[in-house]
């Protein structure tokens, strides 16, 4: 079943034609700390931007694989756009900005991004 998320503003709203994930991943690197992040990975063909394109800001950083997309007006960084280590165009998705996901009920995969 598909899952929906959006920024806090609203301006910025996806889909997800996937089953809900049962768990995330939490990484240590210093972007997904300060940002507290909780990401779920799926292929590019699952995932629809559904409102906010001409909202939404670009940044990158370190080896500048992922294209970090967040909302100009709020700030708040929904998903990101990268390619996996199969070669396949996938999106990052934080699972914080999904309000039907209970976040107390999934398990973490810690990933030590910090010494890569």
């Given amino acids: 079943m598909a899952f929906e998320g959006s920024c806090q ?3 910025v ?3 997800v034609d996937a089953d809900a994930p049962d768990t995330a991943m939490s ?3 210093s972007h997904c700390r300060r940002k507290g992040m909780l990401l779920s990975f799926f292929p590019a063909s699952s995932f629809t931007l559904e409102s906010g394109e001409d909202d939404l800001v670009s940044y990158t950083f370190n080896t500048h694989k992922i294209d970090h997309r967040f909302c100009a007006t709020c700030g708040t960084q929904a998903f990101a ?4 280590p199969d070669g396949v ?3 990052a998705i934080n699972l914080r900005c999904v309000p039907s996901i209970d976040l107390d009920a999934l398990t973490i995969q ?3 991004g910090a010494s890569r």
Avoid at 81 to 84: K, Q
């Fill in 27 to 29: 990484c240590n690197c």
């Fill in 89 to 91: 165009e996938t999106r």
């Fill in 81 to 84: 756009y990268g390619v996996g």
């Fill in 9 to 11: 503003c609203g301006a």
């Fill in 110 to 112: 810690k990933v030590d």
């Fill in 13 to 15: 709203n996806f889909s």
